[in-house]
């Protein structure tokens, strides 16, 4: 079956993120964009994946549950699991690794995390847009360590991607990588090329999916299709 999936999506806990991409509000755009699976992958925490997983089952979605990781060399990479419980997690650890940068209105958004009906829970204090300590490399290694998909985000654009940072794609084991125009020039190593909206706003929602053929429509269905495209 094919599957349309938009695999990078930011609420309104992203400090670059507008107050309008609640967990709710985005699944139903999803959703009238006929979405099927979505991640939410906010700048280095995952607070808001119970109220995503609830929403998106409430549209007929599939939910996946990561975030966008900025790494030591300042490059982004997305990182996703397969249920709420590992993301949070993960998520915990990884902002326990951001600096004692405390975020504000001057550097960003409120980061706020909420609850399913869009009622405000908490607001994370560390500028969460800020890089962690870990390397690129650890970040893989990590992920897959706990089951996890990850692959560098928007690789051809002049801003927080890997080939910006370092000036090329180091050979690591990406599950994919994405590219904003997915006939960019860059050498993908042979990689699965994805592409998906990196919405911060209600508008972009499903602006640039993906379809995957899967057996099903669930998150180990996503590896094996991205594991087919790799072998060929």
Do not use: W
């Amino acid at each position: 079956m094919h599957v349309t999936a938009d695999l990078h999506i930011h609420s309104c806990l992203s400090p670059c993120g507008s107050l309008e991409m609640s967990p709710k509000r985005i699944a139903a755009e999803a959703a009238a964009r006929h979405i099927e699976m979505m991640a939410i992958t906010d700048h280095n925490s995952c607070r808001n994946a119970p109220a995503f997983e609830e929403c998106c089952n409430r549209q007929g979605i599939v939910p996946l549950f990561g975030m966008e990781v900025t790494s030591i060399e300042e490059a982004h990479v997305v990182c996703i699991f397969e249920d709420t419980p590992g993301a949070l997690d993960f998520g915990e650890y990884i902002e326990s690794r951001l600096p004692e940068v405390r975020g504000s209105s001057r550097m960003g958004g409120d980061q706020v995390y909420v609850d399913a009906e869009e009622n405000i829970l908490g607001q994370v204090n560390k500028l969460l847009i800020a890089a962690t300590d870990i390397s690129i490399d650890q970040i893989v290694t990590m992920v897959h360590e706990r089951n996890g998909l990850v692959f560098p985000a928007h690789i051809d654009r002049p801003a927080f991607s890997i080939v910006m940072q370092l000036g090329f794609l180091p050979e690591l084991p990406y599950d994919a990588v994405e590219c904003v125009n997915p006939s960019c020039d860059i050498d993908t190593l042979g990689l699965p090329i994805i592409t998906n909206s990196d919405a911060h706003y209600p508008e972009d929602i499903a602006s640039r999916p993906s379809v995957y053929q899967m057996d099903t429509p669930t998150f180990n269905g996503l590896r094996s299709a991205l594991s087919r495209q790799r072998s060929r």
